[in-house]
């Protein structure tokens, strides 16, 4: 059995990942592909509770190491639980952000050394890296203009443009460094338009 595909979708607020996410699975599905869809942080009953402390407004402001380390700590559980054993069975897994988000909201944002990060993503995942990560990327203020619509922000949308803009420099830089797996979708453009480029660059794959 050959091993399955590992897609993350990645991008600042307000690009429209969780929406090109949907018509992406659908397709995929569509093509035949046992898929796995997740999300991080979550994905697992543990990852889903640091989630929910991550995210709660309530929660204040959390140090930046603890931040990393929640998000690591998620993560080493989806990845044992979910990831991995989706892999080795054949399934493709389609991820709602994974480690170039804390590259780039933990190192980029918070401003913690990149080389610690890299420290924890070689402990936690030394062998495994997305096949392909989508960047969706646009302008910070027209992304916060999009999130801005929502009724209830959570604890990182209600960051400043400075906190944005350095998590935008951050991604681009990781797309700089990996220009193999790393690959920019124009976000700013409609979700038809979006969606097409998502295909284009998940097609070479099958």
Not at 131 to 156: K, Y
Request: proline share 4%.
């Amino acid at each position: 059995m050959s091993k399955g595909q590992f897609i993350t979708l990645e991008g600042t607020e307000g690009a429209g990942k969780s929406t090109a996410a949907v018509a992406i699975a659908d397709w995929l599905m569509g093509r035949g592909v046992d898929l796995v869809i997740s999300r991080e942080p979550g994905g697992t009953a543990l990852g889903e509770m640091l989630r929910s402390v991550l995210l709660d407004p309530n929660t204040g402001n959390l140090a930046a190491e603890s931040e990393l380390l929640m998000m690591f700590a998620a993560r080493a559980q989806h990845i044992m639980q979910i990831i991995q054993p989706a892999l080795e069975a054949g399934k493709w897994v389609l991820c709602d952000r994974f480690t170039d988000a804390s590259f780039a909201y933990q190192g980029g944002g918070r401003g913690l050394s990149f080389e610690r990060i890299e420290e924890l993503e070689q402990w936690v995942h030394p062998h495994l890296q997305p096949d392909l990560t989508l960047l969706f990327d646009l302008p910070v203020e027209e992304g916060l203009q999009r999130a801005g619509r929502r009724n209830f922000p959570d604890r990182f949308e209600q960051e400043k443009v400075a906190f944005f803009t350095q998590v935008r420099e951050a991604y681009l830089r990781r797309m700089e460094q990996f220009p193999g797996r790393v690959k920019l979708v124009d976000a700013s453009q409609n979700v038809e338009q979006v969606f097409c480029q998502a295909q284009a660059l998940i097609e070479p794959l099958f």
